[in-house]
């Protein structure tokens, strides 16, 4: 089915160690986004991709790396998870294909993740 | 931070009454745009605004965005218990970067 993915629903792990959110569309869309979702924050963007092989840092960048070898996956990996690192984590993709800035950004239903 | 704020946090109201939230932001936009989220689930788009329009419409659905004030407002008319989630404002800065900034949202609950 069409439409954007996010890989586990679920993870817990423990302070130090690697781990990699996994996001996919299949609309072709142009434009890629991580956001992490916390209480009283709202949604804040960590890193953003314009195209396979250009990112670009958001609001919160530190202590996430991001890549995009293909236009259709946009992982999101933390080197070294750290407690504030905990929270909910949305991909989102957009079509700006078209110049304008006029489009939706569509979402994942989310990662949870937890880190001990 | 760019990010708008919504009001109130928390709306509780009956079924078939309106609801009304409100957006306030910061800087000068290309858009507004209003989500809504579900418990547990992703945002869904709603509706979006240009900076050159003042209100906009879709199905029981009333935007309204006045730019002089920073402000938008965001109608749901008629209200059902499907409505109850948490709504979120958006907007895209005049900055030219392809980013939306996320308000920290608006609690609706509609009770049957």
């Known amino acids: 089915d069409a439409g954007i993915t996010q890989s586990p629903r679920y993870k817990i792990t423990e302070t130090g160690r690697q781990v990699t959110l996994m996001c996919h569309q299949t609309?072709?869309?142009?434009?890629m986004f991580w956001y992490r979702q916390d209480l009283g924050h709202g949604l804040r963007l960590i890193y953003y991709s314009a195209a396979a092989d250009i990112t670009d840092k958001g609001e919160v960048p530190d202590g996430y790396v991001v890549s995009r070898s293909k236009t259709e996956n946009f992982p999101l990996t933390l080197e070294s998870a750290t407690r504030s690192q905990t929270s909910v984590y949305f991909c989102?993709?957009?079509?700006?294909?078209?110049?304008?800035?006029?489009?939706?950004?569509?979402f994942g239903d989310g990662t949870r993740l937890s880190i001990l | 931070s760019q990010q708008g704020e919504e009001d109130p946090q928390a709306l509780s109201i009956q079924e078939g009454e309106n609801a009304t939230m409100n957006c306030s932001y910061k800087t000068s936009i290309n858009n507004l745009q209003w989500y809504r989220q579900n418990s547990g689930r992703g945002l869904v788009h709603l509706i979006l605004?240009?900076?050159?329009?003042r209100e906009k419409h879709s199905g029981r659905l009333r935007v309204t965005l006045d730019t002089s004030k920073k402000s938008s407002s965001l109608l749901i008319t008629a209200s059902r218990a499907a409505d109850t989630a948490s709504y979120f404002c958006a907007t895209s800065p005049q900055t030219g970067a392809n980013n939306l900034f996320f308000g920290t949202g608006t609690r609706l609950t509609v009770i049957p």
């Open positions: 605004i240009r900076s050159n329009e």
């Open positions: 989102a993709s957009s079509d700006y294909s078209s110049g304008t800035f006029h489009q939706p950004q569509h």
């Open positions: 609309w072709s869309h142009s434009y």
